[in-house]
Nanobody, 122 residues
Framework: QVHVVEFGGGSVQAGGSLNISCAAS??????MGWFRKAPGKEREGVAT???????RYADSVKGRFTISKDNAKNTLYLQMNNLRPDDTATYYC??????????????????WGQGTQVTVSS
């Protein structure tokens, strides 16, 4: 049975930093990523990373967010710097065991966490 659990999140003022992490158990995950959903907006891909450590980022977070992965621990991290109020959302960890390109596409992931809230105040 697969479990995906997020850790971290919270509230911070604009310009601040937060780190969130995610642990997946059950399978060795090839591709992991972060997605987010804000109230009234559609879910969007934030960043993905494969076991080859190739990363992809949404344009809105490039230069501010860094995704990383510990393959041995099946653990994913997202360091978020220079946070803005429009980064406020529920952040979801996603994972899949099969290989291939890790696009920022939710439909390519079949394991999801319950989400963790990130709130950025102005």
């Amino acid at each position: 049975q697969v479990h995906v659990v997020e850790f971290g999140g919270g509230s911070v003022q604009a310009g601040g930093s937060l780190n969130i992490s995610c642990a997946a158990s059950g399978y060795s995950m090839y591709c992991m990523g972060w997605f987010r959903k804000a109230p009234g907006k559609e879910r969007e891909g934030v960043a993905t990373i494969g076991s080859d450590f190739v990363t992809r980022y949404a344009d809105s977070v490039k230069g501010r967010f860094t995704i990383s992965k510990d393959n041995a621990k099946n653990t994913l991290y997202l360091q978020m710097n220079n946070l803005r109020p429009d980064d406020t959302a529920t952040y979801y960890c996603a994972a899949r065991a099969w290989g291939g390109v890790c696009y920022l596409a939710a439909q390519q992931f079949n394991f999801w966490g319950q989400g963790t809230q990130v709130t950025v105040s102005s």
